[in-house]
């Protein structure tokens, strides 16, 4: 059973673009979330966070927004650049990480 | 200050063998967790450990097991190795138990292929 959900397996967009990556989650006590980074033969870099005190974190390029009635976070990288080419996965925290499956983002020139 | 290491880097075993993979976590940090990675399971969660004790396990059979160390080294330790265990073995650590919802940093992980 999949309690944290990435439905979109692949994500292409243009260079200068937003990036949106989306998540959802089935456990409504989840409360706290993390956004990594993975690029291939790497282990995964921790991006952004957000706890449900919140619904909008945002830190440079990176935003995270969190719908907690609709159990969704998306992630919106903007602009998007070719180097943010890398799987990016969501994980709840409570009280160990558990992952979404990911989405490969792929950003063309 | 250095990052989460893991050693071996990559490691071919045979089916059947044993296998112990080490992961050194950031200096301070006392809680090191473990994932494995697999391209059709995505990144799933073995265990956890803070100062020597297990906090979490994760779904997985007995053949994989862990050990904490009093400078918090950890290793994990998979028995009679099969072929669905190929895969990324990957450590995290963080400063508190993961309780605490401290951001976990990731070593590059062990590649391990069972032939």
């Known amino acids: 059973d999949q309690q944290v959900k990435q439905n979109s397996p692949s994500l292409s967009v243009q260079e200068g673009r937003i990036s949106i990556l989306n998540c959802d989650y089935t456990n409504s006590m989840f409360d706290y979330f993390l956004w990594y980074k993975k690029y291939p033969a790497e282990g995964p870099t921790f991006l952004i966070s957000i706890s449900s005190i919140k619904d909008k974190n945002e830190d440079g390029r990176f935003t995270v927004f969190l719908n907690k009635s609709a159990k969704h976070l998306s992630l919106h990288i903007v602009p998007s650049q070719p180097g943010d080419s890398a799987v990016y996965f969501c994980a709840a925290v409570p009280p160990k990480l558990i992952f979404g499956t990911g989405t490969r983002l792929q950003v063309f020139p | 200050k250095a990052g989460v290491t893991q050693t071996p880097r990559y490691l071919i075993k045979t089916r059947g063998q044993q296998v112990t993979l080490s992961c050194s976590p950031i200096s301070g940090h006392r809680s090191v967790s473990w994932y494995q990675q697999t391209p059709g399971q995505g990144l799933q969660f073995l265990f956890e450990?803070?100062?020597?004790?297990?906090?979490n396990k994760g779904n997985f059979p007995g053949r994989f097991s862990g050990r904490q160390f009093s400078n918090s080294r950890s290793e994990m330790n998979v028995s009679t190795l099969e072929l669905g265990d190929s895969a990324l073995y990957l450590c995290?650590?963080?400063?508190?138990?993961?309780?605490?919802?401290?951001?976990?940093?990731f070593g590059p992980g062990t590649r391990l292929t069972v032939l």
């Open positions: 450990y803070f100062s020597e004790t297990q906090r």
């Open positions: 995290a650590s963080t400063r508190w138990w993961q309780g605490e919802a401290d951001t976990q940093y």
